[in-house]
């Protein structure tokens, strides 16, 4: 039998095309149907695709990741690391083309230095400011000069004066040591050195000069304790001004949080971190200025004992005034005639026969003081001083009349001097101190009650070089005053003695006051006009007149006021009563003594208080009555006015 199949089967009973469409049928399901694996490998294709696909995305993300971790890295990196950029010098030290820039004493100034053949040349106002106004510059003799206590260095300004003169030599230098520099003259720096204390370094590249003086601030010393830099303003980041090696010192200017202001002997001013140094028990620069080789020195001769001085104005024979004028005098130990006058402006001298004079007072244990005064006639005293020919004129002539008729004292009583001519007085007084110094003869110097249009009197410098200054304590309200008012309120005369003391120390001051008052008279039209009158002539007055008078705490003075002949009559009394407080305000500030203006307008009983205070046995309680501070007053803005309104009566008396 043989084996039967399907195929037979399906070959015996399908036509031809029948059986085509059953093949077709079969390849379309074998098709169709696939085997597991291949179906893994399908799938595995497809994730594979999957993949492929977000391949580049997962790649960008990565490198933004990196990138923006290098960018931020980089920032953090620049953020917290120390920065490199080096600061502009040049527009650190303000430099300008054929000039300095100065530090001065480790602070950057503004004014500049300028450099003539290789060497540093400072302003004359510069050299005002920062070192010295004890230079004496005279342009139209082409000199400048300097007084010690005991000589005048002279040189020449010009580029071809290479050389300065003493008293007994010439001593030659290689540079030019004050030159003509057009808008001023100019100090060479190491001429400078020969009379001040100075330390000085010039920088090129910026051009600068480190300079330090005997006013050198006193900074802590620090040293660096790793490799750092001076920064121009705290901060990383700040541009480098210096750099510090480890080891440097430094001085400590200010201490802040995390850094500090800082200098390098080098000039630079800027900032370091504070952990990068170790502060020292020390004074930065840490060296001494050097000492000039001609210092300046004051020298003074006092008198001894507490001052009592009687100005005695004489115009004639003054010797027949002396016995009449001092009859009733008390306490007083030095008079004060003024024997001698500037006539003009050439400084031609009047003098008045001295030797009788001294004589008589030297009889009664008083001795004198010469004034030497040029408010008697027109002198410009700009022009009799200016020229070095007549100061030195001048000068011998009072030591000539000083030594032969044995005057013990120079007064000098110049009123007229300008603002213009300032400088020319103080020089006299510097070269004629040298000789009063040198012959044993006492210097004083009057001057008006301390105010701003007269402080170019400089009683700061009169106070270095003479031997006592007195202050002319009146005329707060002056014969032409527009006002009336006392001649000498307390407030005024405290005023000009606590003013002075500022300036001049207190065994130097004498206090003036006055034997003389003012009657004011007032008119209908508010027209003021005045008479000055002494002690005993107002006491006459006030009774001719029938006034009363009452004490006033205000100016501590006794006051009156009534109508006279149809004017407003008003007047404060000079008398013992107020002279008494004035001395103990005297006593209170310790000065050397008083003086009176003037000899012949007292009362006999005021000389009872002078000797009082001679004694030291003043009545205490004969002072101003306190009173209490209104709110909003001023009273030293009061006080300042009515002085400087005073002072600007210039020489009436």
């Given at each position: 039998?043989?084996?039967?199949?399907?195929?037979?089967?399906?070959?015996?009973?399908?036509?031809?095309?029948?059986?085509?469409?059953?093949?077709?049928?079969?390849?379309?399901?074998?098709?169709?149907?696939?085997?597991?694996?291949?179906?893994?490998?399908?799938?595995?294709?497809?994730?594979?695709?999957?993949?492929?696909?977000?391949?580049?995305?997962?790649?960008?993300?990565?490198?933004?990741?990196?990138?923006?971790?290098?960018?931020?890295?980089?920032?953090?990196?620049?953020?917290?690391?120390?920065?490199?950029?080096?600061?502009?010098?040049?527009?650190?030290?303000?430099?300008?083309?054929?000039?300095?820039s100065v530090v001065m004493n480790f602070e950057k100034i503004e004014e500049k230095a300028v450099l003539i053949d290789g060497k540093p040349y400072f302003s004359q106002e510069f050299v005002k400011q920062y070192f010295t106004d004890h230079f004496y510059v005279n342009e139209e003799e082409k000199a400048v000069l300097y007084t010690t206590?005991?000589?005048?260095?002279?040189?020449?300004?010009?580029?071809?004066?290479?050389?300065?003169?003493?008293?007994?030599?010439?001593?030659?230098?290689?540079?030019?040591?004050?030159?003509?520099?057009?808008?001023?003259?100019?100090?060479?720096?190491?001429?400078?050195?020969?009379?001040?204390?100075?330390?000085?370094?010039?920088?090129?590249?910026?051009?600068?000069?480190?300079?330090?003086?005997?006013?050198?601030?006193?900074?802590?010393?620090?040293?660096?304790?790793?490799?750092?830099?001076?920064?121009?303003?705290?901060?990383?980041?700040?541009?480098?001004?210096?750099?510090?090696?480890?080891?440097?010192?430094?001085?400590?200017?200010?201490?802040?949080?995390?850094?500090?202001?800082?200098?390098?002997?080098?000039?630079?001013?800027?900032?370091?971190?504070?952990?990068?140094?170790?502060?020292?028990?020390?004074?930065?620069?840490?060296?001494?200025?050097?000492?000039?080789?001609?210092?300046?020195?004051?020298?003074?001769?006092?008198?001894?004992?507490?001052?009592?001085?009687?100005?005695?104005?004489?115009?004639?024979?003054?010797?027949?005034?002396?016995?009449?004028?001092?009859?009733e005098v008390k306490s007083v130990n030095i008079m004060a005639p003024t024997l001698f006058r500037i006539k003009d402006s050439d400084g031609t001298i009047e003098a008045l026969p001295a030797e009788k004079y001294v004589a008589a007072a030297k009889e009664k244990g008083m001795d004198v003081w010469a004034v030497w005064t040029d408010v008697?006639?027109?002198?410009?005293?700009?022009?009799?001083?200016?020229?070095?020919?007549?100061?030195?004129?001048?000068?011998?002539?009072?030591?000539?009349?000083?030594?032969?008729?044995?005057?013990?004292?120079?007064?000098?009583?110049?009123?007229?001097?300008?603002?213009?001519?300032?400088?020319?007085?103080?020089?006299?007084?510097?070269?004629?101190?040298?000789?009063?110094?040198?012959?044993?003869?006492?210097?004083?110097?009057?001057?008006?009650?301390?105010?701003?249009?007269?402080?170019?009197?400089?009683?700061?410098?009169?106070?270095?070089?003479?031997?006592?200054?007195?202050?002319?304590?009146?005329?707060?309200?002056?014969?032409?005053?527009?006002?009336?008012?006392?001649?000498?309120?307390?407030?005024?005369?405290?005023?000009?003695?606590?003013?002075?003391?500022?300036?001049?120390?207190?065994?130097?001051?004498?206090?003036?006051?006055?034997?003389?008052?003012?009657?004011?008279?007032?008119?209908?039209?508010?027209?003021?006009?005045?008479?000055?009158?002494?002690?005993?002539?107002?006491?006459?007055?006030?009774?001719?007149?029938?006034?009363?008078?009452?004490?006033?705490?205000?100016?501590?003075?006794?006051?009156?006021?009534?109508?006279?002949?149809?004017?407003?009559?008003?007047?404060?009394?000079?008398?013992?009563?107020?002279?008494?407080?004035?001395?103990?305000?005297?006593?209170?500030?310790?000065?050397?003594?008083?003086?009176?203006?003037?000899?012949?307008?007292?009362?006999?009983?005021?000389?009872?208080?002078?000797?009082?205070?001679?004694?030291?046995?003043?009545?205490?309680?004969?002072?101003?009555?306190?009173?209490?501070?209104?709110?909003?007053?001023?009273?030293?803005?009061?006080?300042?006015?009515?002085?400087?309104?005073?002072?600007?009566?210039?020489?009436?008396?």
């Open positions: 039998m043989s084996e039967w199949s399907i195929d037979d089967e399906i070959e015996e009973e399908l036509t031809d095309d029948e059986l085509d469409d059953e093949l077709d049928d079969e390849i379309i399901r074998v098709r169709k149907k696939k085997p597991a694996k291949d179906g893994r490998k399908k799938r595995k294709k497809k994730k594979k695709g999957a993949f492929l696909k977000i391949l580049p995305v997962i790649i960008a993300v990565l490198l933004i990741i990196v990138v923006g971790g290098a960018f931020y890295g980089q920032k953090l990196m620049e953020k917290y690391s120390y920065g490199t950029e080096r600061a502009d010098l040049n527009e650190y030290f303000h430099t300008e083309a054929g000039k300095l206590h005991d000589q005048t260095i002279k040189c020449m300004i010009g580029e071809d004066f290479k050389y300065y003169l003493t008293a007994d030599r010439q001593v030659d230098l290689d540079y030019a040591p004050v030159i003509d520099g057009g808008d001023s003259v100019y100090f060479a720096v190491d001429y400078l050195k020969l009379f001040t204390f100075i330390k000085y370094e010039v920088y090129s590249n910026p051009d600068y000069m480190v300079v330090c003086t005997d006013d050198l601030p006193g900074y802590t010393a620090a040293v660096v304790n790793k490799d750092t830099a001076i920064r121009y303003q705290g901060g990383i980041k700040s541009p480098i001004l210096e750099d510090l090696p480890s080891g440097t010192r430094i001085g400590v200017v200010e201490v802040l949080e995390d850094w500090a202001k800082v200098c390098s002997v080098h000039g630079m001013i800027g900032y370091v971190e504070v952990k990068q140094f170790d502060e020292l028990e020390e004074q930065f620069p840490g060296y001494l200025v050097e000492e000039p080789e001609i210092p300046l020195q004051y020298q003074s001769i006092s008198y001894n004992g507490k001052i009592n001085m009687a100005f005695h104005q004489v115009f004639a024979d003054p010797a027949s005034h002396f016995s009449g004028d001092t009859a008697d006639y027109e002198v410009d005293m700009k022009q009799v001083l200016k020229s070095s020919t007549r100061r030195r004129a001048i000068i011998d002539r009072m030591i000539e009349e000083s030594t032969s008729a044995g005057i013990s004292g120079i007064n000098i009583d110049f009123e007229r001097v300008s603002s213009e001519g300032a400088d020319d007085f103080i020089q006299f007084l510097r070269e004629l101190s040298v000789e009063t110094h040198k012959n044993g003869i006492i210097l004083s110097v009057d001057n008006y009650a301390l105010a701003s249009v007269t402080g170019f009197y400089n009683r700061k410098e009169q106070g270095n070089v003479v031997d006592y200054v007195v202050i002319m304590g009146y005329d707060e309200h002056w014969a032409s005053s527009p006002t009336p008012g006392s001649v000498a309120s307390i407030d005024y005369v405290e005023r000009g003695i606590r003013e002075t003391l500022k300036e001049v120390p207190a065994e130097k001051v004498i206090n003036a006051v006055p034997f003389y008052t003012r009657i004011w008279r007032t008119n209908d039209e508010g027209k003021v006009g005045s008479d000055t009158i002494g002690m005993q002539m107002q006491k006459d007055w006030i009774e001719q007149v029938g006034m009363t008078t009452a004490w006033d705490n205000e100016t501590c003075q006794n006051y009156g006021e009534m109508e006279v002949g149809g004017k407003n009559c008003q007047i404060w009394l000079e008398d013992a009563e107020s002279l008494e407080v004035k001395l103990n305000v005297m006593d209170s500030y310790n000065i050397a003594g008083v003086a009176e203006w003037k000899l012949g307008f007292e009362t006999p009983d005021i000389w009872d208080v002078f000797e009082k205070y001679m004694a030291g046995t003043l009545n205490p309680e004969a002072v101003k009555p306190a009173e209490p501070e209104e709110a909003g007053t001023d009273a030293t803005a009061t006080d300042a006015a009515a002085t400087d309104a005073a002072a600007e009566q210039g020489a009436e008396q």
